[in-house]
Structure formats: C-alpha cells, structure tokens
C-alpha cells in the first residue's frame, strides 16, 4: 500500500507508522503502538535481570609454607563459603627461592581440595606457576 496511505491509517487508529525492514524494496512497515511496545522491552529486561544469578567467586590465599593452624582456618573460611553457595578461588602465591619448589604449592592445593571434596569439585586447577601463584577454583556441589 502506498506510504501516505499507511500513516493516514495509522493516524486514524491512534498508532505508530514503525519501519519493520528498512532494507527491503519496498519497505516493510508496521502499524502499532510504539510506546507500548518499547514497555513491553524494558520490562522483559527488567525480568530477566532478575532471574539472572550471579556467581560470587570469595578468594583464599595460601603460602606453600602455610603452618597447619593457619591451613586448617583458612580451609574453614572455604568450607564455609562453599556451604554458602559461593564459588571458592584458592590461590598459592610464591616469593623469592620459593618459586624453585612449585611442588610445595601443589602439595597445598592437593591438601585444601581433599579436605572440601564432600562439599566442592574442583572446576580449574593450575598445572604449572603462572606468574608467581598457583591457582584453583571450586564449585559447591549441588547437593
């Protein structure tokens, strides 16, 4: 239908004259309300934002010569937020000579995902020093 007739019928209803595909010949165009239908965009974003989860992600760190008291707190701290439903990021940071026996920090994530193996897998682990820290990342299981 020609344009003029378009917008003469649009304007009759009370409605909008909206350009559906502008690249087609001729241009395909729609009659509807604008208004309502840009409502009707911002409150399904406004949905699924809220049925969106988030991933909380709580850091642990470690030294490869972490003293079995502090290991033992620290390996509470995670138990802890994995019982919470959060995702645990537990880091072996390295300094100086430490970094010539990466296999001490090995031994310390070894240690932390055997003692939280009932609640947490392990979802990443480091193979080798990235940097001057070794990295693993549990996720509660869903139990």
Do not use: C
């Not at 699924?48 to 909380?56: L, P, S």
């Not at 290991?71 to 940071?93: M, Q, S």
């Not at 240690?111 to 193996?117: I, L, S």
């Amino acid at each position: 239908m020609p344009l003029d007739e378009a917008r003469e019928r649009a304007g009759d209803q009370g409605l909008d004259l909206v350009e559906v595909a502008a690249r087609a010949r001729p241009p395909v165009v729609r009659i509807m309300d604008w208004g309502k239908h840009l409502y009707e965009q911002q409150k399904q974003k406004r949905e699924a934002r809220k049925r969106q989860h988030t991933v909380v992600v709580k850091e642990v760190k470690f030294r490869p010569k972490t003293d079995d008291h502090d290991l033992d707190f620290k390996v509470r701290n995670a138990r802890r937020f994995l019982a919470n439903g959060k995702h645990v990021k537990v880091t072996v940071r390295f300094r100086r000579r430490e970094l010539r026996r990466p296999e001490l920090g090995a031994s310390v994530l070894d240690e932390v995902a055997a003692r939280t193996e009932d609640l947490a897998e392990v979802t990443f682990r480091s193979r080798e020093v990235q940097g001057n820290q070794l990295v693993m990342t549990l996720e509660p299981t869903g139990e």
